[in-house]
T-cell receptor
Framework: DARVTQTPRHKVTEMGQEVTMRCQPILGHNTVFWYRQTMMQGLELLAYFRNRAPLDDSGMPKDRFSAEMPDATLATLKIQPSEPRDSAVYFCASATSVGPNQPQHFGDGTRLSIL | GNSVTQMEGPVTLSEEAFLTINCTYTATGYPSLFWYVQYPGEGLQLLLK?????DKGSNKGFEATYRKETTSFHLEKGSVQVSDSAVYFCALTSNTGGGNKLTFGTGTQLKVEL
């Protein structure tokens, strides 16, 4: 089965460092989502893209977070500078098209710990 | 705005017991409804979906019926197994404002014991 691939699976770094998380969507999927999951807040949508263009990034703190799709096979989420409150599991998901009935396919996430 | 409310967990059941996890929603427009499952250390997986009123989604013995009159989409399974232990998320998308953003419930942890 085709899968969404996220790297790294785990990341531990000190506060102030730059963190880059990568996502390879399922081939042919043109919509990519970034989520953050914490015990306190649950699942939060940070941003999403269609055909590599950002559709909505209102859930993302703009001062330190940035999301891009350099090409159709790669999405990145960067945090600079990182802070302890950014510790969470970050998920990427992809879907075939924008429309309410298309399911999102999730990667296994990047578990981020900021010391 | 859209919202999804799920029953609090954890839910602890013995193997072969009947499962119900309640989910109600508030949405504008005509939402599509989903149940996702998350096993430990993994991402969410689509379990089932329903796209219009009275539709029944089913998969792996799980079922949920889209009830517009009660704005509910309760998840059921007749006989749970230890391997069903996971966190279950109810979610919706509504085709208003563009895009297919998912609105998730808080998740319900299910523990199945022998």
């Amino acid at each position: 089965d085709a899968r969404v691939t996220q790297t790294p699976r785990h990341k531990v770094t000190e506060m102030g460092q730059e963190v880059t998380m990568r996502c390879q969507p399922i081939l042919g999927h043109n919509t990519v989502f970034w989520y953050r999951q914490t015990m306190m807040q649950g699942l939060e949508l940070l941003a999403y893209f269609r055909n590599r263009a950002p559709l909505d990034d209102s859930g993302m703190p703009k001062d330190r977070f940035s999301a891009e799709m350099p090409d159709a096979t790669l999405a990145t989420l960067k945090i600079q500078p990182s802070e302890p409150r950014d510790s969470a599991v970050y998920f990427c998901a992809s879907a075939t098209s924008v429309g309410p009935n298309q399911p999102q396919h999730f990667g296994d996430g990047t578990r981020l710990s900021i010391l | 705005g859209n919202s999804v409310t799920q029953m609090e967990g954890p839910v602890t059941l013995s193997e072969e017991a009947f499962l119900t996890i309640n989910c109600t929603y508030t949405a504008t427009g005509y939402p599509s409804l989903f149940w996702y499952v998350q096993y430990p250390g993994e991402g969410l997986q689509l379990l089932l979906k329903a796209t219009k009123a009275d539709d029944k989604g089913s998969n792996k013995g799980f079922e949920a019926t889209y009830r517009k009159e009660t704005t509910s989409f309760h998840l059921e399974k007749g006989s749970v197994q230890v391997s069903d232990s996971a966190v279950y998320f109810c979610a919706l998308t509504s085709n208003t404002g563009g895009g297919n953003k998912l609105t998730f419930g808080t998740g319900t942890q299910l523990k199945v014991e022998l």
